[in-house]
């Protein structure tokens, strides 16, 4: 089992869709959550991060990590063509340097 | 510099030759991490260098792979010998201390082909 699962989807919405995005993971102990979209021949960028459990949004976007379950979410309201994008999920334990591990990412794609 | 920077953007090659892979992390940023994304697979960590600490080479497949990092800024990745199986884009990422537990700023990455 790996650590991280993500369906690769891909996911395809209309415009204005909302969008709900999920990765669980098996290790307990990871603490430090992260969203990165990926567009074709880019590399990631940083979208949202969250500590721990509970909910941060910022603009159209919403994180939420329930670590009870070991599930976490990205939610995109009113989704604009221009999110059409592979979205990857990152988390690690606690402590400075040590590297996140990665979801393999979830294509989405929002048509006009 | 403004963002990390990575060349070639593009690389073909032959099975067996050696390739380079060079980063060039944003400047003040004393953390750089390499991953590996092929497709269809997620970041798959390669090596992380932190200031002049000894560089986490855990996640090198093989011992064909290695990394330098001069002076605490440009770091380069050697593949030895490379096989198909090496065809993959390399990402850099860098961070600064302190900061790295809210993600790091990725390059656009190196594809390489090994044909």
């Known amino acids: 089992q790996k650590e991280v699962e993500q369906d690769p989807g891909p996911l395809s919405v209309p415009e204005g869709a909302i969008v709900s995005l999920n990765c669980t993971y098996s290790?307990?102990?990871?603490?430090?959550f992260m969203w990165y979209r990926q567009y074709s021949r880019k590399g990631p960028e940083l979208l949202m991060y969250?500590?721990?459990?509970g909910n941060k949004e910022d603009g159209r976007f919403t994180a939420q990590v329930d670590k009870s379950s070991k599930y976490i979410s990205l939610f995109i309201r009113d989704s604009q063509p221009s999110d059409s994008a592979t979205y990857l999920c990152a988390m690690r334990r606690s402590n400075y340097g040590q590297n996140f591990v990665f979801g393999p990412g979830t294509r989405l794609s929002v048509l006009p | 510099g403004a963002g990390v920077s990575q060349s070639p953007s593009n690389k073909v090659t032959e099975k067996g030759k050696d390739v380079e892979l060079r980063c060039d992390p944003i400047?003040?940023?004393?953390?750089l991490y390499w991953y590996r994304q092929s497709l269809g697979q997620g970041l798959e960590f390669l090596i992380y260098f932190q200031g002049n600490s000894a560089p986490d080479k855990s996640g090198l497949p093989s011992d064909r792979f290695s990394a330098e990092r001069t002076g605490g800024s440009v770091s380069t990745l050697t593949i030895q010998r490379t096989q198909q199986e090496d065809s993959a884009v390399y990402l850099c990422?860098?961070?600064?201390?302190?900061?790295?537990?809210?993600?790091?700023?990725f390059g656009s990455g190196t594809r390489l082909t090994v044909v």
């Open positions: 990422a860098s961070s600064l201390v302190g900061q790295s537990n809210y993600g790091y700023t």
């Open positions: 290790n307990s102990a990871f603490q430090y």
């Open positions: 400047s003040g940023h004393t953390a």
């Open positions: 969250t500590y721990s459990s």
